[in-house]
Nanobody, 119 residues
Framework: EVQQVESGGELVQPGESLRLSCVVSGDTFSLNDMSWVRQVPGLGLEWVSGIDRSGRTYYGDPVKGRFTISRDNAKNMLYLQMNSLKTEDTAIYYC?????????????RGRGTLVTVSS
């Protein structure tokens, strides 16, 4: 069974940066498109960013220009570099399979990592 384990979330102030990591078990990571999605507790899931097998990247409008998604296929790792964080970025962040919002939002998720942006 393939599993994702996210890490890196913490409490930061507005304007600061944070890097999230996700390790994916199994030996097919390099063959999969991946995404980050997030969820504000009590609200719905939101697609944040996606990256395909070739490394092409895609971003939702709320994070475009501030977040950067990347992957290291040799380490089965997915990353999300988040700069200029805003209070509205506060959420639980999950890495999922699939590049598009439709695919990623329906994909199984790990436990996620909590990012809190607050002064």
């Amino acid at each position: 069974e393939v599993q994702q384990v996210e890490s890196g979330g913490e409490l930061v102030q507005p304007g600061e940066s944070l890097r999230l990591s996700c390790v994916v078990s199994g030996d097919t990571f390099s063959l999969n498109d991946m995404s980050w999605v997030r969820q504000v507790p009590g609200l719905g899931l939101e697609w944040v960013s996606g990256i395909d097998r070739s490394g092409r990247t895609y971003y939702g409008d709320p994070v475009k220009g501030r977040f950067t998604i990347s992957r290291d296929n040799a380490k089965n790792m997915l990353y999300l570099q988040m700069n200029s964080l805003k209070t509205e970025d506060t959420a639980i962040y999950y890495c999922t399979f699939g590049r598009t919002p439709a695919a990623a939002l329906q994909s199984p998720r790990g436990r996620g990592t909590l990012v809190t942006v607050s002064s």
